[in-house]
């Protein structure tokens, strides 16, 4: 069976610091991996989306960025956070293209900035 | 633009059936999901609708209308662990999914 996993579930940083979060997914090959950032009271946005490795894709501009290093891990990245990055930030992944089928997501990273 | 409409929060009896509107503005369409999201956890999917009816399963139906731009969530016999956000998106004509911003459930027993 397929499992997305990331990590830190949780993490609290000030501004300026840089941010790692992971992502990976097993037990299939070749995922649409993405990420979305979550705020209370407003939809998933999307930030990034993968369809391979070394293939990433940006919906918003901002200081974030990914990498795809491998098939099956993805992660996103930040050199100095500001204080609007805090949210909750959900990896996910899909076999099908296009947006249309089920998104499979992880367990999310709360991150907070101070 | 493009828009997602839920209402922010509905209450319902444990027991009892409770419906959840979808409205969207997109340009075009290529399906509708429905997922549920209990707090502090992950989205998981329920239901995804692109051709016009009601799709059953089990205590939960999905209902599509893409002429009137319009969907809505029925669950049946709610259940207390039915608590959750239930979150609309849509997949529009450039294949963008779009997010509606969520409706808070909230079970009374």
């Known amino acids: 069976s397929q499992t997305i996993h990331q990590w830190p579930a949780t993490l609290v940083q000030p501004v300026g610091s840089p941010l790692s979060l992971e992502c990976t997914v097993e037990?299939?090959?070749?995922?649409?991996l993405y990420w979305y950032r979550q705020a209370a009271g407003r939809g998933l946005q999307l930030l990034f989306y993968s369809v391979g490795i070394g293939q990433i894709s940006s919906e918003v501009p901002q200081n974030l960025s990914a990498s795809r290093p491998q098939d099956r891990q993805f992660i996103l990245s930040s050199k100095k956070l500001l204080l609007s990055d805090s949210g909750f930030y959900l990896c996910?992944?899909?076999?099908?293209?296009?947006?249309?089928?089920?998104?499979?997501f992880g367990e999310g990273s709360r991150l907070t900035v101070l | 633009g493009q828009n997602i409409d839920q209402p922010t929060e509905m209450t319902a009896t444990e027991g009892a059936i409770v419906q959840i509107n979808c409205t969207y503005q997109t340009s075009g369409f290529n399906g509708l999901f429905w997922y549920q999201q209990h707090a502090g956890e992950a989205p998981t999917f329920l239901s995804y609708n692109v051709l016009d009816g009601l799709e059953e399963k089990g205590r939960f139906s999905s209902f599509l209308s893409r002429s009137k731009g319009y969907s809505y969530l029925l669950l049946k016999e709610l259940q207390m662990k039915d608590s959750a956000s239930y979150l609309c998106a849509v997949t529009d004509s450039n294949y963008q999914l779009i997010w509606g911003a969520g409706t808070k459930l909230i079970i009374k027993p």
């Open positions: 996910a992944w899909s076999r099908l293209a296009q947006n249309t089928g089920e998104l499979f």
């Open positions: 037990g299939t090959s070749n995922p649409n």
